[in-house]
């Protein structure tokens, strides 16, 4: 596995409910961004249970990686944090 954020399921949400059909569905969506460090990305990311089962030199060079891009795009931009977009996707269903 060579991703950076080995669970990308999230970008491929659809907004069904398989199974769900039957009972009436709300659903929202909630955009966001989160500002990011090197440090914070690599603390994120070394919570994430594909990170924990690696094997610990697999994990530290993904996790090295990782905080790298973002040290890289902050010394581009020139900024103190890198904004990374999130998406929080709700389902509710009415009863």
């Known amino acids: 596995m060579d991703a950076l ?3 990308v399921t999230a970008a491929r949400f ?3 409910v398989p199974g769900l ?4 569905i709300e659903k929202a969506t909630f955009r966001w961004q989160e500002a990011l ?8 990311l070394s919570t994430h249970s ?3 089962l690696m094997p ?12 790298g891009l973002v040290a890289a795009e902050l010394a581009r931009s020139g900024a103190s944090a ?3 977009s999130r998406a929080t996707y709700c389902v509710r269903a009415r009863l």
Not at 21 to 24: G, Q, V
């Open 5 to 7: 954020d080995p669970d």
């Open 14 to 16: 659809t907004g069904g």
């Open 21 to 24: 059909a039957h009972l009436a």
């Open 37 to 44: 460090t090197p440090e914070a990305m690599r603390g994120q």
């Open 50 to 52: 594909a990170f924990i």
């Open 56 to 67: 610990a030199a697999e994990r530290a060079a993904k996790l090295d990686r990782a905080s």
């Open 82 to 84: 890198a904004l990374l």
